[in-house]
C-alpha cells in the first residue's frame, strides 16, 4: 500500500501548489517526474518506453519526448486545428454573426423574463459546441445579450448566471476536453458527440433550465433591487448574415461524411483535424468574396497559425504535463490502490465513476479549469477500465463534463472573472447563483449515467 500512499500525498501537494497559484504545466510536469523517479528508486513497474535509452535516468526524460511525439502527432494537432480555426472565424467576424443571429428569439421574451434567461443556457451551449471557448463565448454574450436580459427585468447576477452556465459543458468535435476523451477512449468523435454527449447532455439542460429560472427568481426577489436599465445598442455586425454559418461547418462537415448516416454510396471518412481544414479554407473563399483582396486574404492566414500556437503553449503542452502525472501516478500504483479499495468497499466500475466524477468537479473548482483536472486523471481511465472489465467511455463521458461544470462553480475561473468584471458583480456572488443549479445537474448526470 505504501504506492497509493505516496500518490495520494503528491495529490495532496499538487492541489496546494495549483490552489496557490503556481503554474500547472510545472507542476504537472516536476511532480510527474518525481513520482517516476520515486518509483523507480522503489523498483516499481514503470511505464513502458518503445525506445529506451539504456540509462534509468536518461529514460525519465524519455518519457517527455515520447509524449510530445504520440501527443503532437494525434490530438495535439487535431487541438491546435480548433484553436486556429477558432482564432480565425473571430477575428473575421464570424462568431459574433452567430451570435447575434442565435440570440434574435429571445427578444419575444419580453413578459416572461426568467423564462428568457432560462433560454439561454441550451441556445448558448448549443453556441458553445460551435465556438468552444468558455471566455470567448461568454464575453461575445455579455457584449450582445447581457444588455437585453437586464433590460427585460432580471438582475445583473441572473443575466451573468445564465450566460456562464451555457459553457457548463464542453461538448461537440471542437471541444479540447472531448478530443481528450475520445483519444484516451480510442472512440470516433462524432459517435461520442451523438451516441454519448448528447443523449446525457440534453436531460442536463432542462434540469439547468428548470433550476435556474427558480434560483434566479427566488434571489432577485430575496435581493430586491431597483431595475437597472442598460442602453442596448443594435450591435454593428460588419460581415454579412451568411457568415453565421462559418463556426457551425465543422461540425455539419463531420456529420455529414460520419458512418451515423451512410449518405454516399461510396466510402468516406473525414477526421476533425481535416474538417477544420476544410472549414478555414471555405472561410477564406467568403472572406476573398467580402473583402476582394487577395493581399488581406492571404495576410489573414497568420491569424489561424497564431491561434495554433497559442493553443499549443496553453492546452497542448498541459496535456503532455498531465501525462506525464498521470504516468508517475500509474507507476506508484494509484490505480491498483484505487481500484482494491472500491472493490472491498463494493462500488465497482459505478462507484469509481461516481468517485473519479465528484473528484474532478471539485478539482476543476480548486483550479479554474476544467482541461487541467481532466487532462491530469483522464489519461488514467483506460487502466481503470481494463481492470474493472468495462468500457472506457462509461467513466470518462461523466468525468469529462464533470470538468467542464466544475469549471463554471469556481470564483478563479478566467471564465468567471472576465464576466464579473464586466458585470460589476463580484466571482463569489456568480459562483453563489451557479452552485445550486450545478450540483444538482452533477446529481442528475451521475443518477442518469450509472443507475
Not at 524519455?62 to 509524449?67: A, H, L, R
Not at 419575444?108 to 451551449?125: D, E, M, N, R, T
Not at 491561434?307 to 508517475?328: C, E, P, Q, R, Y
Amino acid at each position: 500500500m505504501l504506492g497509493p500512499i505516496l500518490s495520494l500525498i503528491f495529490i495532496i501537494i499538487t492541489t496546494r501548489l495549483l490552489l496557490k497559484k503556481y503554474n500547472p504545466h510545472a507542476v504537472l510536469i516536476i511532480l510527474g517526474l518525481l513520482m517516476l523517479l520515486l518509483a523507480m528508486i522503489l523498483n516499481f513497474k514503470m511505464p513502458t518506453l518503445v525506445n529506451p535509452t539504456g540509462f534509468a535516468g536518461f529514460d525519465l526524460f524519455k518519457y517527455i519526448k515520447e509524449s510530445f511525439s504520440k501527443t503532437n502527432a494525434g490530438v495535439g494537432l487535431m487541438i491546435m486545428a480548433i484553436g486556429g480555426f477558432v482564432a480565425y472565424i473571430d477575428k473575421i467576424g464570424a462568431s459574433n454573426t452567430l451570435v447575434y443571429v442565435a440570440m434574435k428569439p429571445l427578444k419575444l421574451f419580453k413578459k416572461q423574463p426568467y423564462l428568457a434567461a432560462s433560454l439561454v443556457i441550451p441556445i448558448g451551449q448549443i453556441l458553445f459546441v460551435a465556438i468552444p471557448s468558455a471566455a470567448g463565448l461568454s464575453l461575445l454574450l455579455m457584449a450582445s445579450l447581457f444588455p437585453i436580459l437586464i433590460n427585460l427585468g432580471v438582475s445583473r447576477l441572473s443575466a451573468v448566471s445564465v450566460i456562464t452556465a451555457s459553457t457548463a459543458m464542453g461538448i461537440g468535435p471542437a471541444s479540447a476536453i472531448t478530443a481528450s476523451a475520445t483519444n484516451i477512449a480510442d472512440i470516433d468523435t462524432i459517435s461520442f458527440f451523438v451516441k454519448h454527449q448528447i443523449p446525457l447532455a440534453i436531460p442536463l439542460s432542462i434540469s439547468m433550465m428548470i433550476t435556474y429560472y427558480f434560483v434566479n427568481r427566488y434571489y432577485d426577489k430575496k435581493n430586491i433591487q431597483q431595475k437597472q436599465e442598460v442602453d442596448i445598442q443594435e450591435e454593428n455586425i460588419k460581415t454579412p448574415l451568411i457568415y453565421a454559418i462559418i463556426p457551425i461547418l465543422p461540425i455539419l462537415l463531420l456529420i455529414l461524411f460520419s458512418k451515423l448516416f451512410n449518405l454516399f454510396s461510396f466510402p468516406v471518412s473525414l477526421d476533425t483535424t481535416t474538417a477544420m481544414f476544410i472549414s478555414l479554407f471555405i472561410a477564406i473563399l467568403f472572406e476573398l468574396i467580402r473583402t476582394k483582396s487577395i493581399i488581406k486574404v492571404f495576410e489573414s492566414f497568420k491569424i489561424f497559425w497564431n491561434g495554433m500556437g497559442n493553443i499549443f503553449k496553453s492546452v497542448v503542452t498541459l496535456i503532455i504535463a498531465a501525462d506525464i502525472f498521470a504516468k508517475g501516478l500509474i507507476s506508484l500504483g494509484f490505480i491498483d490502490g484505487l481500484v482494491k479499495v472500491s472493490q472491498n468497499l463494493g462500488f465497482e466500475a459505478i462507484g469509481i465513476g461516481v468517485i473519479m466524477s465528484i473528484m474532478i468537479f471539485f478539482a476543476s473548482m480548486l483550479m479554474g479549469s476544467g482541461n487541467a483536472s481532466f487532462f491530469a486523471f483522464g489519461p488514467l481511465v483506460p487502466k481503470i477500465a481494463a481492470k474493472l472489465g468495462v468500457d472506457s467511455t462509461a467513466i470518462i463521458l461523466p468525468m469529462q463534463l464533470s470538468a467542464s461544470m466544475g469549471r463554471t462553480v469556481s470564483p478563479v475561473a478566467g471564465v468567471i472573472i472576465a464576466v464579473s468584471e464586466i458585470a460589476g458583480v463580484t466571482t463569489l456572488a456568480i459562483v453563489k447563483r451557479n452552485f445550486i443549479p450545478l450540483i444538482v445537474a452533477l446529481i442528475i448526470m451521475l443518477c442518469y449515467h450509472f443507475m
